[in-house]
């Protein structure tokens, strides 16, 4: 069971959410308008927050963006916004899934328990990954880069640590997608290109001009060793 906040205006989708996800064991909070979500969210520290993107007093992206600043609690925006920009905006934002409207509530709760999953933390991990400069500790959640910190979103640690996790092979984006998006049904590949053009920006690197995360064209990507003697790249 997870405690639940779900910040949307209509009433209909609010109310068929709430007894939907009840009846599935979660505890459910709700609130009409983002600054009343903002203030329930603060108040009642949820395990996972639904956001609808249209609210009538703040838009949900600004929402996210204040949410953010103070909270790393999970979000799923749920909209009837499905344009690409849209969805990039969602993701840059902050968002852990971006759903579009209409959906059913058995798919809003296999992305709930997904979401959750991932943030979950890896018990059997064996202690941080380094490769070459970069340092990843799986229980901490923290990356340095030379040891300095790299601020990382929850979805971009889960990718690395995918990928560090196998350093010097190359990973499909099918397998990132089921792996790290939990999405066996399927994606879109852009949701990866997006995530990893923001991982190369904070590693300091250019798809152009890569050092640790490197394309092959047509196959997927591979993190590899850049220093003298590392896995062959």
Do not use: N
């Not at 599935?24 to 600054?35: E, I, K, N, Q, Y």
């Not at 963006?65 to 790393?72: E, H, I, Q, Y």
């Not at 916004?81 to 409207?101: C, F, N, S, T």
């Not at 889960?158 to 350093?167: F, M």
Request: net charge neutral; charged share 25%; no cysteine.
């Amino acid at each position: 069971m997870a405690r639940l906040l779900i910040i949307e205006d209509d009433v209909d989708i609010r109310t068929m959410l709430i007894r939907a996800l009840r009846d599935r064991g979660h505890a459910v909070d709700s609130a009409p308008t983002a600054l009343a979500g903002l203030e329930s969210a603060m108040r009642e520290r949820p395990d996972l927050i639904i956001l609808d993107l249209g609210l009538p007093d703040v838009d949900g992206l600004e929402a996210l963006r204040m949410l953010r600043a103070v909270s790393g609690v999970p979000v799923i925006v749920a909209t009837a916004r499905d344009a690409e920009p849209d969805l990039v905006r969602g993701l840059d934002a902050g968002a852990d899934d971006y759903v579009v409207k209409p959906f059913t509530a058995t798919a809003m709760d296999a992305r709930i328990r997904a979401v959750l999953r991932r943030r979950a933390p890896d018990a059997q991990s064996a202690g941080p990954i380094v490769v070459g400069g970069l340092t990843l500790d799986p229980s901490s959640r923290e990356v340095t880069l030379a040891g300095a910190p790299v601020e990382l979103t929850p979805r971009e640690f889960d990718l690395l640590r995918h990928l560090a996790a196998r350093v010097g092979q190359v990973v499909s984006k099918r397998e990132l997608l089921t792996e790290v998006w939990q999405l066996p049904y399927g994606g879109a590949d852009k949701t990866v290109d997006v995530h990893l053009s923001w991982l190369r920006r904070k590693l300091g690197e250019t798809a152009q001009a890569p050092r640790y995360l490197h394309t092959v064209r047509g196959v997927g990507v591979k993190l590899v060793d850049p220093s003298p003697g590392g896995p062959a790249q």
